[in-house]
């Protein structure tokens, strides 16, 4: 605080007033919330932030970074965290710790309080900014999370046939793509005992040189568990930039329909005979 009895005053006060200010607090934060978070929800985080604040403001003073805050910050990561997950925004959350400011003005800026409480309003405002750093860490997560699963959706491995499993792909085949759909076709392979893959990329909206690369080693990965790879929905318009790009698929079998595909597949399975993943007869 500004000084030694500035802060004592202060600490005085918010201690007296405890329930009265924690009180209007709840309120105030419950009704801009719209019912949307229950009011016992809010009404025990904000019970158990007021005293955790007082102590790091009688301990700590003015540093909200200081190892006196630790219980206020981790109180705070977790109330933002929630509000995160709950779909409440950024502001939304900041106000749970910002409307405090207004719920002390009345009380606190008469006469010679009002020093210690603009010192008092920087600190919830260094708090406020906390939770949206949290919160916005949070929702990143949440996003990238989200991601991983679409990813997972957007890359399926089906078995087409006894021996053969499909990886028909849709939209962009970029490097993590390739490496979901590298894991999920080798481990398809394994658990169905499939001895050829058909990659179709008829839904692939351009060919270009790294996703060829992408593509063979994809094809590669599948040939060292032993299986055959065929690659289909080599449409007119990619064919010809394949060969403009001077790209190279050396002795990987293409074919332009996934339908084609198959039927190679078939009767490659019908002139070997039965050949389990790994050459094993």
Known sequence: MTNVGDSDRLLGLLTEGREEFTGQWVRSVTSTLAGRLPAAEVQQDLHELYPALLDALRSGGLATRDE???????????LSRNRAR??????????????????????????????????????????????????????EEIISAQAEQLLELSTPVVKLWEGVVGVPLVGTLDSARTQVVMEKLLQSLLDLNATHAIVDITGVPAVDTQVAQHLLKT???????????????????????????????????????????LRHALDRIEARGPVEIGGLL
């Open 68 to 78: 006196s805050y630790g219980e206020v910050r981790s109180l705070l990561t977790e």
């Open 86 to 139: 709950q779909g409440f925004s950024p502001t939304e959350t900041a106000f749970s710790v910002l409307s405090l400011k207004d719920v002390l003005e009345p009380a606190l800026t008469a006469g010679e309080d009002v020093r210690a409480y603009l010192q008092l309003a920087r600190v919830l405002d260094d708090l406020g900014l906390y939770t949206i750093e949290v919160h916005a860490k949070t929702r």
């Open 219 to 261: 094809v590669v990965a599948a040939r060292m568990m032993g299986a055959e790879c065929v690659i289909s929905g080599i449409r007119p318009q990619i064919a010809q930039t394949i060969v403009a790009l001077g790209i190279e698929f050396g002795d990987i079998t293409t074919k332009a329909t996934l339908a084609d595909a």
